[in-house]
C-alpha cells in the first residue's frame, strides 16, 4: 500500500507542484493584506479622534455631493475612535458602463437626467471611499482592484483569470491534488517503530545534504500538515459545490445558499418618506453598543428593507449578527443570528477567515504565514529527493553483471 500512495504522493505532486508552490507563495502575501494597507495608508484609514460623530446621513449626502453620479451602497462603520468610515460605492466608468453584472433594464447605472440612480441588485462596488467620521468630509477614494495585492489575490485564485475560467480550475484541480498529496504524506510518514519515529520527528541539521533535504520535507511536513490540510480543505468548500455539501453533512446539518434565504421586505407606504440610516440604527442602539464594527447596506428599491451587518466584539471575523429593519417604520422585519444557526452554518461562514488565518487575528495570522512559508520548502525538497531518486546528477561506472555491461551510480 505504501508503494501505491507513494507513487500518487509522487506523481500528483510533479503535476501540480509548480501551481502549489506558487499559491504558497502568495498565500503568504495575502495573510498581512490589510495589515499593510494600513501600515501603507495610515491616514486613509485612521483619524484624530473628534468630540462628536456626523450623522450617516450627512455622510451619506457627501458622497452624494461629491461624486453625483456614484451609487452608495454601504458603509461600515467602526467604534473604535480612531478608525474611519468605509464607504462600499458604484461608479459607472466614463463609457458608462459596469464593472459587475448589468442591473435590468439599465446598463449604465444612470437615469436620463444624468442623476444615479437607487442601488440595485446587480451593482457591485468599485470603489472605496474613506471618511472621517467626525468631520464628515472624504478623506481619499480608491479601487482595491487598481492595487498590488488584489492582482496578487487574482493570481493566487484564478492565475489572473476570472472565475470558471481555465486558470480558475487549474487552481483549484490543484488544490484537490494537494490535499491528497497531504494526506498521503502523512501516510507514508507513520513509522513502523518508536525508533523511527524519533528520527522523523527531528531534523539532522549535521547530515549530508541528501540527509538534510530529506528531513526538510517529511519532518516539516508532518509538523504542519494538518493546518495545511484545513487551509485546503477550506478552499475547497469556497471553490466546488461537492465540498461545500460534504461539510454540511458531516456537520449533520442542511445544506443552505443563497437561494434558500430571502431578505424580508419593508411595509411600503405610500407617501411616506424613507428613514435616515441613524433612525433606522435607533432599534439596534444596544447591539451597536457592544460591537466591534457594523456593516450598513442602503435599501435599494422602496420595498428593501436596511441591512445591518453586526460583529460583536470578540468574535471571529465573518461571526456576525444580520438584522434587516423596515426603511419606513425602523421595526426590525427579521434577523439572522449566527449563534442560531446550525453548525454547518456557522463553520460555512468563517470558512474563508479560516483559510486566510484571519479567524481570531494576529496569532492566527502569524501562524498562517510560518505555515505557508514552511511549505514553499516541500516542492523544492520533493523534486531534490525525486531527482536524487533517479540518479539526476550522480556519476554512473560501468559494471559487470552476470556477463552483462551495465550503468549504475558510482
Not at 528531513?215 to 459545490?241: N, R
Amino acid at each position: 500500500m505504501k508503494v501505491f500512495f507513494r507513487t500518487i504522493h509522487l506523481y500528483l505532486s510533479l503535476a501540480a507542484g509548480l501551481v502549489i508552490f506558487c499559491s504558497c507563495l502568495t498565500g503568504t502575501m495575502l495573510v498581512f493584506e490589510k495589515d499593510i494597507q494600513q501600515a501603507m495608508h495610515h491616514n486613509r484609514y485612521f483619524v484624530k479622534p473628534g468630540q462628536t460623530r456626523q450623522p450617516l446621513s450627512t455622510i451619506k449626502a457627501t458622497i452624494k455631493t461629491q461624486l453625483p453620479k456614484a451609487k452608495l451602497l454601504g458603509l461600515t462603520v467602526y467604534n473604535d475612535p480612531e478608525r474611519s468610515i468605509e464607504a462600499s460605492v458604484f461608479l459607472p466608468d466614463k463609457k458608462g458602463k459596469k464593472e459587475g453584472r448589468p442591473a435590468p433594464g439599465n446598463s449604465t447605472g444612470e437615469r436620463k437626467g444624468g442623476k444615479a440612480d437607487k442601488p440595485k441588485e446587480g451593482d457591485r462596488a468599485n470603489l472605496t471611499v474613506m471618511i472621517n467620521p467626525y468631520t464628515g468630509q472624504i478623506i481619499e477614494q480608491f479601487n482595491r482592484r487598481e492595487t498590488f495585492l488584489y492582482s496578487v489575490e487574482m493570481f493566487h485564485r484564478f492565475l489572473l483569470g476570472k472565475r470558471d475560467s481555465v486558470g480558475d480550475w487549474v487552481i483549484s484541480i490543484s488544490t484537490l491534488f494537494f490535499l491528497v498529496i497531504l494526506i498521503t504524506g502523512v501516510i507514508l510518514w507513520w513509522p513502523k517503530t518508536k525508533a523511527i519515529m524519533k528520527q522523523r520527528l527531528k531534523i539532522k541539521w549535521g547530515g549530508s545534504g541528501k540527509r538534510l533535504t530529506h528531513d526538510l520535507h517529511i519532518v516539516t511536513g508532518f509538523y504542519t500538515s494538518i493546518f495545511l490540510i484545513i487551509i485546503a480543505a477550506s478552499g475547497l468548500v469556497m471553490t466546488f459545490k461537492w465540498a461545500n455539501n460534504t461539510l454540511f453533512f458531516l456537520t449533520g446539518s442542511k445544506v443552505v445558499g443563497k437561494e434558500d434565504f430571502k431578505a424580508p421586505l419593508s411595509v411600503y407606504q405610500p407617501g411616506v418618506k424613507a428613514l435616515s440610516p441613524e433612525l433606522a440604527l435607533a432599534s439596534l442602539s444596544d447591539n451597536i453598543a457592544n460591537a466591534e464594527s457594523y456593516s450598513l447596506k442602503i435599501p435599494r428599491d422602496t420595498a428593501a428593507t436596511y441591512s445591518f451587518s453586526i460583529l460583536k466584539k470578540g468574535s471571529a471575523e465573518a461571526a456576525t449578527d444580520v438584522y434587516y429593519v423596515d426603511q419606513y417604520s425602523g421595526k426590525i422585519a427579521g434577523s439572522v443570528i449566527y449563534a442560531d444557526k446550525s453548525l454547518g452554518q456557522r463553520i460555512r461562514g468563517v470558512i474563508k477567515p479560516i483559510h486566510t488565518g484571519s479567524i481570531y487575528g494576529w496569532p492566527t495570522k502569524i501562524l498562517a504565514f510560518i505555515i505557508c512559508m514552511v511549505s514553499l520548502i516541500f516542492p523544492v525538497t520533493g523534486v531534490m529527493m525525486w531527482l536524487n531518486r533517479i540518479g539526476v546528477g550522480k556519476n554512473k561506472k560501468i559494471k559487470r553483471v552476470r556477463g552483462k555491461m551495465e550503468v549504475v551510480p558510482a
